[in-house]
């Protein structure tokens, strides 16, 4: 069984380009949380993915967008990149309107904007 | 400001002693979650404890939660070199699946 997993590991863009993250969830799964971690810090939650839509979203602005698909893999976009933009980002999910907030992580997509 | 705030910030101890790291958070929650992390990489998910229980145990590791205090603690027992890690907390005010994360932890196991 597989677990979460992100693509690409690693990633180098520079300021003003935009990047795109994947994500495939743990089987069985059908909601995707994505969060952004600067080094030294904790997880900072961006949004939340189900029945393909974004069902919630912390304080990132709008250049910071996704897409869940149905087979509930999902995407997340970042415009006009900054030099603060760089660090690893974690897809996790879990599974929705249950009740469970058990969340699996992936092991992340490292950003290095320069 | 984040929710959970893990305490203290860095932990170093001998191989086989007990590690304890605490998580005190500011609004109720539906449950909270201990998780653990290696250098950067992808967070490992340790235990789950819900509001509405006290103490949870899973091998080495027990987590207890005292809602009156708004506040978790993570035992990790007969520590190894292994163990060297950070561990967040995380809370959930919701059913969403949306935690919030404190800082962390980072625990040296020393051999």
């Known amino acids: 069984d597989a677990g979460v997993t992100q693509s690409p590991t690693h990633l180098i863009k520079t300021r003003g380009q935009q990047v795109t993250l994947r994500c495939s969830p743990k089987?069985?799964?059908?909601?995707v949380s994505w969060y952004q971690q600067a080094l030294g810090q904790g997880p900072q939650f961006i949004f939340q993915?189900?029945?393909?839509?974004?069902?919630q979203r912390g304080n990132f602005p709008d250049r910071f967008s996704g897409h869940q698909f149905p087979n509930y893999s999902s995407e997340l976009n970042v415009n006009a990149l900054l030099l603060g933009d760089s660090a690893l980002y974690l897809c996790?999910?879990?599974?929705?309107?249950?009740?469970?907030?058990?969340?699996?992580f992936g092991p992340g997509t490292r950003l290095t904007v320069l | 400001s984040q929710q959970g705030e893990e305490d203290p910030q860095a932990l170093s101890i001998q191989e086989g002693e007990n590690a304890t790291m605490n998580c005190s958070y500011k609004?109720?929650?539906?449950?909270l979650q201990w998780y653990r992390q290696n250098s950067g990489r992808g967070l490992v998910h340790l235990i789950l404890?819900?509001?509405?229980?006290r103490e949870k145990h899973s091998g080495r590791l027990r987590v207890t939660l005292d809602t009156s205090k708004k506040s978790s603690s993570l035992l990790i027992t007969a520590s190894r070199a292994a163990d060297t890690a950070s561990y967040f907390c995380?809370?959930?005010?919701?059913?969403?699946?949306?935690?919030?994360f404190g800082d962390g932890t980072t625990l040296t196991v020393k051999p």
């Open positions: 993915y189900y029945e393909e839509e974004e069902r």
């Open positions: 404890i819900r509001s509405n229980e």
């Open positions: 996790a999910s879990s599974m929705g309107g249950q009740g469970y907030n058990e969340q699996f």
């Open positions: 609004t109720s929650i539906n449950n």
């Open positions: 089987s069985g799964h059908d909601t």
């Open positions: 995380a809370t959930d005010n919701t059913n969403a699946g949306k935690s919030t």
